[in-house]
């Protein structure tokens, strides 16, 4: 089995290659469940949006010929017949010399072709006083006027929100076709971990990668298959990997990848099918162990134990993958400038990624703080970094006081 | 009944009075599902983390003493007596003179103080020559260096996301206190209105209101209880209301407010209970007609039919309040400026919104076009919008060509 570090750009460009983020398929489902979710299909009014003229003011319907040279001193008086309700269809004609009195939203009666708003009215019996003139079509809005049937009015692919699951609700649809959500599995392994909520033993230490992982595939917009820890033992893993294959669309796992004795995560992985390990090992700090397979076109990442490195490779690759496998806009990483709180070094021909915490200092600069440099496994670091400094390869460090740009952690708040 | 306008800010000030966001109460969830709530308690850490010295390397658990003087060329011979696996307590003492092989993560084993990376080292036998010299504590990660037993790790009150949701796991925490979600109950209302998925009979058209603000309250961090049409009817409106006021932290209905003969919505909402209705109308355009309510502390907001102008208010002033209630961070609006594609009016005396399309004019200018003015009710409006350009009430009109600001919409790119 190969070993040779790749850039993180060839490790990029090596993704892309093998993972051409194809439909996951579709699936049916309710309007009030599809926030976020993407259109499958192309849609196509199955009716008239009005369907019918409509009224757009409260008053009366009337032939806006019978209302030339009404003026405020000389009303013009017209025979009330009927009374149009909304939600009814109108009964009566409004013929030469009559009027319908009428609400906003009321199908405008047959023979009438404009509505005299209420204000430019007086009625006594069934005597309806016009103060003020209408031209055909005024204060109607025209059947089709908004949407026309047969009309294409969303295409494939659109993300739906509040407004066009609104736009699909008025031609009458309740459900709707939408892409799958991606199934990624998530596995940790190792002999020391253990899930949390179960008793710890002594030598032992809880698991965090399935859960930060499992969450952060939920923030990516997929859902998890949470597999929690399985034994570190080349036949458990080989089931587990498999039967996560066989129901999820990626695997993600965590640990098993160092460069010990019992580097068994490749090696599990490789055998699962063609073409097997990708990239073994990214020329990054933290994350050099991590691997990518293909399993017959599934993506499988192993990413290292280290909770703080695990998640960095999710951030730099999976995430990346997830959302274009879900069919999200990838939002672009937030950025913002900051100056170094102290000198950072890289770690020697490796890209590095120094997690900081961001404040402003006395001249009021933003600064940004490497966190726990020498506890790269430790968990604090992860839960209060803001965000990610990365160093180039051929620089020597980056100066205390010098400009430096800063990688927004998922879900923090870049504001001070 | 009152029935006079107020201002959006006066409006804004009688909710901030009225709904105090008080704690919705709590429930405990499993981690697993926590992503995007918040902390309700403070979490203090139950062990230290690492709750046992732990090596940072492959290589050997040795006395550093035993390691002085140790160069390239005068190697120092240590007795290997014992291998420490990771996740197994050691079962041999390392004592003057004795060495044993231990892996990344495993304990440390007693007697030993340092460990010599497995680099600088050769093993022949039972003897291993150490080539470079250790200090005291040199590739351990000592017992409770990232968190101390009795450390309160994290506060009530914090978003969790992938990171926090992390450290809960590393101790051990399978479930967590969160803030519950709250609960809001949406309906319509009008004659007219059938509910999408039903057949459409003359006269009627099919209800968006529902659907879209449902959607925005799922958008907004809330969980949308879905009532559909309600008859229009005073009775049956009480009844609607009275149940979901029942089970719902707030109520969100539409339709039912005009100023027309049918005005039986705020008339339903004010029997309900004390003090009833706060606000009767607001100076804005469009959405004047939108009335609020406090029903034993409780918030109702009636909203106008037209769907632009429903979905509007809910912007302007639910979307922030159940945001307070859901204890979300309020992502603040984003805001771009743009040149004005045409003269647009406010309407007279009144805040006015106009929905706008943004695209790049010819001079690489971005544009701020107004969609169908002409037909506030219009849906297509809804979904082609990208935003909208606040008019306040003293200015005759912005002119094309003028720099204005966008507020984007919920779920829009403000990209190009």
Do not use: W
């Amino acid at each position: 089995m190969f070993r040779k570090l790749v850039t993180i750009e060839e490790t990029q460009k090596i993704i892309c290659q093998h993972f051409k983020p194809h439909p996951l398929g579709t699936e049916e489902i309710h309007l009030l469940n599809a926030a976020g979710r993407t259109l499958a299909e192309d849609v196509t009014a199955t009716l008239n949006i009005p369907p019918f003229d409509r009224s757009t003011v409260d008053g009366y319907a009337v032939n806006a010929e019978d209302t030339f040279g009404a003026e405020e001193n000389r009303p013009i008086t017209l025979k009330l017949t009927s009374i149009v309700n909304i939600g009814e269809m109108p009964k009566t004609k409004v013929t030469k010399g009559k009027t319908a009195e009428i609400v906003t939203g009321a199908p405008i009666p047959q023979g009438a072709d404009a509505v005299v708003m209420l204000e430019h009215t007086e009625r006594a019996n069934s005597n309806v006083s016009i103060f003020s003139p209408v031209v055909k079509d005024e204060n109607i809005m025209k059947t089709a006027s908004d949407i026309r049937k047969g009309q294409k009015i969303l295409t494939k692919g659109t993300p739906l929100n509040s407004r066009q699951i609104g736009m699909l609700a008025a031609i009458g649809k309740a459900k709707s076709k939408v892409y799958r959500t991606p199934r990624i599995a998530v596995l940790s392994t190792g002999p020391e971990i253990t899930e949390p909520g179960k008793k710890l033993a002594p030598a032992k230490i809880y698991d965090i990668n399935a859960y930060s992982l499992s969450v952060a595939v939920t923030e990516s917009g997929a859902d998890p298959i949470y597999l929690g820890v399985i034994q570190d033992d080349l036949n458990e893993l080989q089931k587990a990997l498999k039967n996560a294959l066989a129901s999820a669309d990626m695997v993600i796992t965590s640990g098993g990848v160092s460069v010990g004795p019992k580097d068994i995560m490749p090696r599990a992985v490789n055998s699962l099918g063609k073409p097997g390990l990708i990239v073994c090992g990214i020329s990054i700090k933290p994350g050099k162990p991590a691997t990518i397979a293909s399993i017959y076109g599934k993506p499988v990442f192993s990413l290292p134990g280290h909770p703080a490195s695990a998640l960095l490779v999710f951030d730099l690759l999976v995430r990346p993958l997830i959302q274009q496998m879900a069919r999200k806009e990838v939002a672009k990483p937030t950025e913002v400038k900051a100056v170094a709180g102290t000198r950072m070094f890289p770690a020697k021909g490796r890209r590095t990624y120094v997690m900081v915490k961001l404040a402003r200092d006395k001249k009021d600069r933003l600064t940004a703080t490497p966190l726990a440099s020498s506890l790269s496994g430790a968990i604090t670091t992860l839960a209060k970094a803001d965000g990610y400094v990365q160093i180039p390869e051929n620089v020597q460090f980056i100066e205390a006081g010098e400009q430096c740009t800063v990688h927004i952690l998922n879900g923090q708040n870049p504001g001070n």
